[in-house]
């Protein structure tokens, strides 16, 4: 279980085994002392989670990942060489030179000594290698181009020039201050990533991954193209508390795939789906791929408040999916699963309910408790644990066998999760980390001036703005995690995004533009050609990785578009918005819009549909997610916004009354799909 959790090889000789666990063990058990046991200062947090990280990966991962054949010493893919450890022990060590000196490091503060610098170069050099190693070369190129770009600023031309850092401020700010590698995002990753995703781990140590992909499948799987439905319901389910799309694809991917090919989808278009549906888990609150967390430390806001407002983006976005694979089956001529493949509802409910109690407790923690993300996950973990071991002695009565046989097999699962929860988080870590490397330069001042560039790159227009944050967080996004890429661009782009918006007469909350920035962050996770989730879901499906990543992303443009909407339309977000009938009015136009756009992609509603049929479904979707704007087009007061909605459900029903017709009674589909 531990090469499977730590996804290695080094693990041939038993000394290596034990103090890989040990680390795992020890990461894990310090980040849950840390709510309840043990007080400490948020930058010793930050110090000592860091250094977790960072000695797992020098010890988990190799040097050279491509080269098989060992060097002495150096680098082997079997066991951890020499070289490696003694990288773990000065990475440690240079990681908590911070908080061991902190006393001395506060009192000259802005005047490091050259210790200091040795010491922050040596940081600098721990975090690019483990990220490198962990994560992979884009996010280290990244950090160097900023790097680079601080100090060689006034040899720049024309209006890239910048007034340059010194050595002295550039440790200062980002090395020994909390401003950089230890600002905001390490202390999310720290304080509360950590345990969300350690509840995951343990969820999934007890089931709940093919509890949620069995119960979707005996809701769904006997109706058209269910196992396709029922893979969006699971990945939906699973997003709730992994927060990563490949980890998605391949436990819920694992079962849904072959179903999706066994009852007529082509293998491309399972793997899709599969893609899609997973892709979007890292939208469901509560993880959403730590995002929710380390908007709210930036914007000074409730978690709450954070997952009130993605909510209904994410909710609308898995409609438009489900109603995808629905569209895609009735094109098909597809049928359900034959009723001895799809388990009872009942049966699985009666077998696996102890699998939603965490998950009730955490929301209710959350949502109705308000108690904060850390105490209410690690409450949650604790419920995890007990059932995990009740259930171990519940199996012992029942067998009639050894209860310490069944408790000791408990505590090896619950061992396993930790370690699991561990290896995670090494990715998440390593990327806040060295994200922070990237923030503490924009916040040197060099923010002002990538403000400058942007704006001067988007011509002072918020829509072309968008569009280049859109694209370019699809570029880099394909080389980073999605965490790291929403950091990167919120940094650079959020601000030009509501100054803009400002100028432009459009009030843009803050929020509203995170949410953008993570929106196309997650989308590159499918966009080819190196979108990692389509490679892993091809592997499944056995289908080409490109052409699955391009199908994928063809679904996923309905959640492409979703993040236009509500930069234009914050209510859509929920902001300022309180009345229950309200709220109401808002989702329900909204799963209209998102479906007539997904008609407009797809091509299809009742039948294949026609050019014009397209242009007016367009603008009832429009209309629908953007009555605000429509109403100043036609020279209605905002107060009365709310009328576009009626010209909207005028135009779709009338094409649904209009397909309903060229359809005739009785006809298959696929005849009127050839007409």
Same mark, same amino acid.
């Given at each position: 279980?531990?090469?499977?959790?730590?996804?290695?090889?080094?693990?041939?000789?038993?000394?290596?085994?034990?103090?890989?666990?040990?680390?795992?063990?020890?990461?894990?058990?310090?980040?849950?002392?840390?709510?309840?046991?043990?007080?400490?200062?948020?930058?010793?947090?930050?110090?000592?989670?860091?250094?977790?990280?960072?000695?797992?990966?020098?010890?988990?991962?190799?040097?050279?990942?491509?080269?098989?054949?060992?060097?002495?010493?150096?680098?082997?893919?079997?066991?951890?060489?020499? @070289?490696?450890?003694?990288?773990?022990?000065?990475?440690?060590?240079?990681?908590?030179? %911070?908080?061991?000196?902190?006393?001395?490091?506060?009192?000259?503060?802005?005047?490091?000594?050259?210790?200091?610098?040795?010491?922050?170069?040596?940081?600098?050099?721990?975090?690019?290698?483990?990220?490198?190693?962990?994560?992979?070369?884009? @996010?280290?190129?990244?950090?160097?181009?900023?790097?680079?770009?601080?100090?060689?600023?006034?040899?720049?031309?024309?209006?890239?020039?910048?007034?340059?850092?010194?050595?002295?401020?550039? @440790?200062?700010?980002?090395?020994?201050?909390?401003?950089?590698?230890?600002?905001?995002?390490?202390?999310?990753?720290?304080?509360?990533?950590?345990?969300?995703?350690?509840?995951?781990?343990?969820?999934?140590?007890?089931?709940?991954?093919?509890?949620?992909?069995?119960?979707?499948?005996?809701?769904?799987?006997?109706?058209?193209?269910?196992?396709?439905?029922?893979?969006?319901?699971?990945?939906?389910?699973?997003?709730?508390?992994?927060?990563?799309?490949?980890?998605?694809?391949?436990?819920?991917?694992?079962?849904?795939?072959?179903?999706?090919?066994?009852?007529?989808?082509?293998?491309?278009?399972?793997?899709?789906?599969?893609?899609?549906?997973?892709?979007?888990?890292?939208?469901?609150?509560?993880?959403?791929?730590?995002?929710?967390?380390?908007?709210?430390?930036?914007?000074?806001?409730?978690?709450?408040?954070?997952?009130?407002?993605?909510?209904?983006?994410?909710?609308?976005?898995?409609?438009?999916?489900?109603?995808?694979?629905?569209?895609?089956?009735?094109?098909?001529?597809?049928?359900?699963?034959?009723?001895?493949?799809?388990?009872?509802?009942?049966?699985?409910?009666?077998?696996?309910?102890?699998?939603?109690?965490?998950?009730?407790?955490? %929301?209710?923690?959350?949502?109705?408790?308000?108690?904060?993300?850390?105490?209410?996950?690690?409450?949650?973990?604790?419920?995890?644990?007990?059932?995990?071991?009740?259930?171990?002695?519940?199996?012992?009565?029942?067998?009639?066998?050894?209860?310490?046989?069944?408790?000791?097999?408990?505590?090896?699962?619950?061992?396993?999760?930790?370690?699991?929860?561990?290896?995670?988080?090494?990715?998440?870590?390593?990327?806040?980390?060295?994200?922070?490397?990237?923030?503490?330069?924009?916040?040197?001042?060099?923010?002002?001036?990538?403000?400058?560039?942007?704006?001067?790159?988007?011509?002072?227009?918020?829509?072309?703005?968008?569009?280049?944050?859109?694209?370019?967080?699809?570029?880099?996004?394909?080389?980073?995690?999605?965490?790291?890429?929403?950091?990167?661009?919120?940094?650079?782009?959020?601000?030009?995004?509501?100054?803009?918006?400002?100028?432009?007469?459009?009030?843009?909350?803050?929020?509203?533009?995170?949410?953008?920035?993570?929106?196309?962050?997650?989308?590159?996770?499918?966009?080819?050609?190196?979108?990692?989730?389509?490679?892993?879901?091809?592997?499944?499906?056995?289908?080409?990785?490109?052409?699955?990543?391009?199908?994928?992303?063809?679904?996923?443009?309905?959640?492409?578009?979703?993040?236009?909407?509500?930069?234009?339309?914050?209510?859509?977000?929920?902001?300022?918005?309180?009345?229950?009938? =309200?709220?109401?009015?808002?989702?329900?136009?909204?799963?209209?819009?998102?479906?007539?756009?997904?008609?407009?992609?797809?091509?299809?509603?009742?039948?294949?549909?026609?050019?014009?049929?397209?242009?007016?479904?367009?603008?009832?979707?429009?209309?629908?997610?953007?009555?605000?704007?429509?109403?100043?087009?036609?020279?209605?007061? =905002?107060?009365?916004?709310?009328?576009?909605?009626?010209?909207?459900?005028?135009?779709?029903?009338?094409?649904?009354?209009? =397909?309903?017709?060229?359809?005739?009674?009785?006809?298959?589909?696929?005849?009127?799909?050839?007409?």
């Amino acid at each position: 279980m531990l090469k499977e959790d730590l996804g290695q090889v080094r693990l041939s000789r038993k000394i290596d085994r034990v103090l890989i666990t040990i680390v795992a063990l020890g990461w894990a058990f310090f980040q849950l002392s840390l709510p309840r046991l043990v007080i400490l200062d948020s930058l010793t947090i930050r110090a000592v989670h860091l250094a977790f990280a960072v000695a797992l990966t020098f010890l988990a991962f190799p040097l050279l990942k491509g080269r098989d054949k060992d060097i002495p010493g150096i680098h082997s893919k079997g066991h951890v060489p020499l @070289m490696d450890y003694l990288l773990a022990l000065v990475g440690v060590v240079a990681v908590l030179y %911070i908080i061991l000196n902190w006393d001395a490091v506060a009192a000259r503060a802005g005047r490091p000594t050259p210790f200091d610098v040795v010491v922050g170069i040596a940081v600098i050099l721990v975090v690019l290698e483990t990220a490198r190693r962990g994560i992979g070369l884009p @996010m280290v190129v990244l950090a160097i181009v900023f790097t680079v770009y601080a100090f060689l600023g006034p040899y720049m031309p024309g209006f890239l020039a910048y007034r340059g850092v010194s050595l002295t401020k550039y @440790m200062s700010q980002i090395v020994l201050s909390s401003e950089g590698i230890y600002g905001i995002p390490l202390d999310v990753s720290a304080t509360t990533v950590y345990l969300f995703v350690m509840f995951g781990a343990l969820l999934e140590r007890l089931g709940a991954g093919k509890f949620f992909n069995d119960l979707a499948i005996s809701l769904l799987g006997r109706y058209i193209g269910g196992p396709a439905k029922a893979s969006v319901v699971s990945s939906g389910l699973s997003g709730l508390v992994s927060g990563s799309s490949i980890a998605n694809v391949v436990t819920t991917g694992t079962f849904t795939i072959p179903l999706m090919k066994k009852v007529g989808y082509p293998a491309k278009t399972a793997a899709a789906t599969e893609v899609a549906a997973s892709t979007n888990g890292q939208l469901m609150p509560p993880i959403m791929g730590a995002a929710a967390f380390i908007i709210a430390e930036y914007l000074a806001i409730s978690y709450f408040d954070v997952i009130r407002a993605a909510f209904l983006p994410a909710f609308i976005s898995y409609i438009a999916l489900f109603y995808i694979v629905h569209l895609e089956a009735t094109k098909l001529g597809m049928k359900g699963l034959p009723a001895e493949d799809t388990p009872k509802f009942w049966n699985v409910l009666k077998n696996g309910f102890y699998h939603l109690i965490p998950l009730f407790m955490l %929301i209710y923690e959350l949502a109705v408790l308000r108690h904060s993300p850390n105490l209410s996950v690690f409450n949650a973990i604790l419920l995890v644990v007990a059932i995990l071991i009740l259930r171990q002695i519940v199996e012992a009565v029942r067998r009639k066998e050894s209860v310490w046989k069944w408790l000791w097999a408990g505590i090896k699962d619950l061992s396993d999760g930790m370690i699991s929860g561990s290896r995670n988080m090494i990715t998440v870590a390593l990327a806040t980390a060295t994200a922070g490397i990237i923030v503490g330069i924009v916040n040197m001042g060099i923010g002002s001036m990538i403000v400058q560039i942007v704006e001067a790159l988007s011509l002072g227009n918020i829509f072309l703005l968008l569009f280049i944050t859109g694209v370019v967080s699809l570029i880099i996004g394909m080389g980073l995690p999605t965490t790291a890429t929403y950091i990167v661009m919120a940094s650079i782009t959020v601000p030009v995004i509501v100054q803009l918006g400002g100028d432009m007469g459009l009030v843009i909350p803050a929020i509203a533009a995170h949410l953008f920035c993570f929106y196309f962050g997650i989308l590159a996770d499918d966009t080819p050609p190196v979108g990692l989730a389509a490679y892993a879901a091809a592997a499944i499906a056995e289908s080409d990785p490109i052409a699955t990543g391009i199908k994928g992303f063809i679904y996923d443009l309905r959640t492409a578009v979703i993040p236009f909407m509500f930069v234009f339309n914050a209510e859509l977000l929920l902001v300022d918005i309180s009345n229950g009938w =309200q709220i109401l009015l808002i989702w329900v136009t909204a799963i209209l819009g998102v479906l007539a756009f997904t008609n407009v992609v797809q091509g299809w509603f009742l039948v294949r549909t026609k050019w014009y049929e397209i242009i007016l479904l367009l603008a009832a979707a429009g209309l629908f997610f953007l009555p605000g704007r429509a109403a100043t087009m036609v020279g209605l007061d =905002q107060s009365l916004r709310y009328l576009m909605y009626l010209p909207g459900i005028a135009i779709y029903g009338g094409i649904y009354l209009l =397909q309903t017709l060229r359809r005739g009674p009785n006809k298959p589909a696929a005849v009127v799909a050839a007409a």
